[in-house]
């Protein structure tokens, strides 16, 4: 056994170094992961001494098991530093909570995707009136009425304007982090219509990415005019990142079918259209042979797959996923000029380096927790797949037969490697598993691989020069087959499963499953499956009884496998998110047995529910006060409370004092008047993207 498991060691050789950006990763994600801000010096002193012992002992000639401990090590502590100085770098002001409505002066930068409330754009302020200059965000995303604003509009905007919301429920999506790192300041809505306004000129900067976020909205604005809003916004959005013509029906049936992914560009978009580009270069380097016996076509390749990368990231308008799967396909370019293998575990390596060297808040993300794990695992296939052995002067039949046979093993295998390396992390972030999503990114793949994507780049690239007809077209009938494809999975029976969220810890044991499988070599590998599907497999924590949402303005509690939402349609959004993640159904609340009005709703006895909410912004009287303890172990008023009448003796009465100290709170009950609480502010702690500071409520008893 010990000269089996010598052998299983020996074969790593190189392989130890993969783990250099594993090491760098998880020193990024324990900085996130704090609860404080940790001081800037100490940690990159101690990056700066780990990294200089472990080059000493290199240079010493120490044990390689020596000398990789010291590069972990070094590791961990670098991509600590990395996210203290990734936060300094982009510390831009926050917009506070204004008690009234504002006046908004600023350049459109760019349109948005479409809320429930309306249009959404990206806008540049120039004057906010309440806020000094210093005070001004750099951007804010603001809700606007009807068509919206184009970019390179000057507007004025009367408009609400708060921080980026935080988190819906303890532990859930914080939107407000990836605002910080995006250089969003806040949030707007607009009260009335956008008005146009003549301010003074723009920095040079900010015009020009007005200008490349104008041709990109215009090419938007031409596709969708070729195709069709449905068809149109689908390919916009694969095209310019642009989703506003997109419906939330067909969202809803691009995600229940597990096909969402293909609507963002990311690292399936940079690979067909510079893989598309490589081909089509390299084929036409040989088909002149005067040029393929003069120049290397490989490497000439390689630049115009390198330059279609470049071009369709700028086009794109260079979102997270889309810059994370550019830096990969740019090594892959870069090695083939460098004589290098293009696909290996090296160059990924080196990729995810650069990555969470340039965005060192990408590991706690899951566009790239599952990029960077889905691409780990079909390298690893690439590795393990046996080579064919190539034919002679075989009967071209058979030859069409074995090489159709060959791709769709290929593709199946991808598909389910694929599928299994990132649903740790679908299940953990989403709550949901498309359970036909196999069936459905096994019909569309073809259709997206070799018409869809290929034709919606050549149409992309001509339709200025209003040539781009003809191939838009036949990528159009790509998006409607995948679009049909999709509805049809979608609407199978049991096509969606909702999953609660595993206790956070979790995921990084999934991570480092994965990454096991994926990276050691030899049979030692499938030790990491039991840690990959930890998320699958690990207890829930127990369901909360109660959820009341940020400001106190809605709240559902649990009653068997259900969420029971007081108040339908109201922040639908947090409510959904926080059902998702507790393995919850929402469902309204029963009308009878219930008191409501317009400030406030009331359970008529105790098996109606367990909590009274007020969400009116004025305070109750004391005899509403009275009936809203009388009826509930649990009240929680908007306001802010002076005194409570002594019917509130014995009950846990929550009030606007902690919801603007703990944001959204999550209620345990322990006895039959004893709560435990858990508030969002706690569990975010207090950050730089936190609007507001750390609750005291941690845990605490009510």
């Known amino acids: 056994m010990r000269a089996w498991l010598g052998e299983q060691v020996a074969i790593q050789t190189l392989r130890w170094r993969l783990w250099a950006p594993v090491a760098f990763g998880a020193g990024g994600a324990i900085y996130f992961s704090l609860r404080f801000e940790p001081p800037l010096w100490p940690l990159v002193l101690t990056a700066a001494l780990t990294i200089g012992g472990w080059v000493a002992a290199r240079r010493r000639g120490w044990r390689r098991s020596a000398t990789w401990l010291l590069m972990i090590v070094a590791c961990v502590a670098s991509g600590l530093a990395a996210g203290r100085l990734r936060t300094e770098a982009v510390a831009a002001p926050i917009a506070p909570s204004l008690s009234e409505p504002t006046m908004i002066e600023a350049w459109v930068v760019d349109v948005d995707s479409s809320g429930q409330r309306g249009a959404r754009i990206v806008v540049a302020p120039v004057r906010i009136r309440g806020l000094a200059p210093e005070q001004t965000p750099v951007r804010l995303r603001a809700t606007v009425q009807g068509e919206p604003p184009r970019p390179g509009e000057a507007v004025r905007l009367f408009a609400i304007l708060n921080p980026p919301p935080a988190p819906a429920s303890p532990g859930a999506y914080d939107f407000g982090r990836n605002a910080f790192f995006q250089g969003l300041g806040g949030v707007a809505f ?40 449905r068809t149109g916004g689908v390919a916009a959005a694969m095209t310019t990142s642009h989703e506003a013509w997109i419906s939330p029906a067909d969202m809803d049936v691009m995600r229940d079918s597990g096909l969402a992914h293909i609507l963002s560009v990311s690292g399936l978009h940079m690979a067909i259209v510079g893989g598309f580009v490589f081909f089509a270069a390299r084929l036409g380097v040989a088909a002149w042979p005067w040029l393929a016996l003069r120049v290397p076509g490989k490497k000439i390749a390689a630049v115009a797959g390198l330059t279609a990368v470049g071009v369709y990231l700028v086009v794109s308008g260079a979102p997270p996923p889309a810059e ?45 927790q599952m990029s960077f794990a889905a691409t780990a695992a079909l390298v ?5 797949w046996p080579r064919r052995t190539r034919e002679i002067s075989a009967p071209w039949p058979i030859v069409v037969i074995q090489r159709f046979g060959g791709w769709l093993t290929a593709a199946v295998a991808a598909s389910v490697v694929a599928g299994l390396a990132t649903g740790p992390f679908a299940m953990q972030h989403f709550n949901r598993t498309a359970v036909y999503g196999l069936l459905a990114n096994l019909g569309t793949a073809p259709v997206a691989d070799f018409v869809l994507m290929p034709a919606l780049a050549l149409g992309a690239a001509l339709e200025p020069l209003g040539l781009g007809g003809p191939f838009l077209k036949v990528a159009g009938w790509g998006v409607d087959l995948m679009l049909a494809i999709g509805s049809w999975t979608a609407g199978l029976p049991g096509a969606v499963r909702t999953v609660a969220s595993a206790p956070d810890y979790v995921l990084p044991i999934a991570f480092l499953g994965v990454l096991f499988v994926c990276l050691w070599r030899g049979r030692l590998r499938w030790l990491g499956l039991p840690l990959a599907a930890a998320v699958m497999l690990w207890p829930r924590a127990p369901t909360p009884d109660l959820w009341i949402g940020d400001e106190g303005t809605n709240a559902a509690f649990h009653r068997q496998a259900e969420a029971v939402v007081i108040r339908p349609g109201v922040r639908q959004f947090a409510v959904d998110l926080w059902s998702r993640r507790r393995g919850l159904t929402p469902v309204d609340r029963d009308e009878a047995g219930w008191s409501c ?5 009331r359970p008529d006895g105790a098996e109606a529910g367990p909590l009274a909410l007020w969400w009116g912004r004025g305070t109750p009287e004391t005899d509403q006060m009275d009936a809203l303890c009388r009826t509930a172990p649990v009240v929680s008023v908007r306001a802010v409370l002076e005194a409570l009448p002594s ?56």
């Open 190 to 229: 607009a009260l009335g219509e956008t008005r146009r306004v003549d301010l003074s000129p723009a920095p040079w900067r900010l015009r020009l990415v007005m200008a490349v976020d104008a041709a990109r909205y215009a090419l938007a604005e031409r596709i969708v005019v070729r195709l069709g809003e």
């Open 324 to 368: 994370r799967a550019a830096v990969t396909a740019a090594i892959a370019f870069l090695a083939i000029l460098l004589d290098r293998q293009a696909v290996t575990m090296h160059g990924l390596a080196v990729a995810a380096f650069v990555v969470l060297a340039l965005q060192p808040e990408a590991i706690v993300t899951p566009g790239f």
């Open 647 to 702: 019917s509130c003796d014995g009950r846990l009465v929550l009030d606007g004092v902690d919801y603007a100290r703990g944001g959204a709170v999550e209620l345990w009950r322990d006895g039959p008047d004893h709560w435990r609480a858990v508030w969002t502010a706690d569990v975010r702690g207090d950050r730089p993207w936190s609007s507001r500071p750390a609750s005291e409520l941690s845990d605490s008893d009510g």
């Open 380 to 384: 690893a296939l690439v590795e393990a």
């Open 597 to 601: 009005d317009r400030s406030s709703c």
